[in-house]
């Protein structure tokens, strides 16, 4: 299968300031990323949809201006947590789909825990 | 808008056995893909299995399989002579057909499957 690697896997952070974690799709273009957020024991919740040369597209109660989502080329993709909180405190995880042919599954990065202090 | 619904928030089985998750869906769509991930403690999600919903045939994958009722709305994961590596978590994801460019999943909110020796 396709790989998708994250960087940072773990970071911490003071309150503040900002931290950039990577997502990179090493065998495969990918003009559309996820980001995803995961909270100890429950389901990934989707933040935003990162399209390649466009701006990002964000799900209801995500603020924008927080995170930004950066897609700069085929194989990657950014998101900034600007002024972190210890409230940002979470599981990171981005995904690309394929897009060959159905079922276009996606594949997902080992995610990154980041902690705000 | 689409729902997924795991009902079980956790099972255990013993290893050797068999045991089945359950996720039901609710869509108005006829064209659309569901996916089984495991997410084991590493947290890297791993996609199981995969079935088109134009597909009448059930997916199976080694010791995996589903049993996929369209009608019903129902996608249930079978897991034969379970291994202790089957622990983790189990998401069941919907995607409709791609059709407006989107390729967003919809998440159950999980099941915890221990395995027991």
């Known amino acids: 299968g396709a790989v998708v690697s994250q960087h940072p896997s773990r970071v911490i952070c003071k309150s503040g300031t900002s931290v950039k974690i990577e997502c990179r799709s090493l065998?495969?273009?990918?003009?559309?990323m996820f980001w995803y957020r995961q909270f100890p024991k429950q389901s990934l919740m989707l933040m935003a949809t990162?399209?390649?040369?466009?701006?990002?597209?964000?799900e209801q109660g995500v603020e924008k201006d927080k995170f930004l989502i950066n897609h700069a080329s085929l194989t990657l993709s950014t998101l900034t947590v600007t002024s972190a909180h210890p409230e940002d405190s979470s599981f990171y995880i981005c995904?690309?789909?394929?897009?060959?042919?159905?079922?276009?599954?996606?594949?997902f990065g080992p995610g990154t825990r980041l902690t705000v202090t | 808008a689409q729902t997924v619904t795991q009902s079980q928030p956790e099972m255990s089985v013993q290893e050797a056995e068999t045991v089945t998750l359950s996720c039901t869906y609710d869509t108005s769509e006829n064209n659309y893909y569901l996916f089984w991930y495991k997410q084991p403690p590493s947290r890297q999600m791993i996609l199981v299995i995969r079935?088109?919903?134009?597909?009448?045939q059930n997916a199976t994958e080694n010791r995996f399989s589903v049993n996929f009722q369209k009608a019903a709305k129902s996608f249930s994961l079978k897991i034969s002579d379970s291994q202790l590596g089957d622990t983790a978590m189990y998401f069941c994801a919907f995607m409709k057909h791609p059709t407006t460019g989107t390729y967003k999943y919809i998440f159950g909110t999980g099941t915890r499957l221990k395995v027991l020796a």
């Open positions: 079935q088109e919903a134009y597909k009448q």
């Open positions: 065998d495969f273009q990918a003009t559309t």
């Open positions: 995904s690309a789909p394929q897009l060959r042919q159905g079922p276009y599954e996606q594949y």
């Open positions: 990162s399209n390649e040369g466009s701006k990002a597209t964000y």
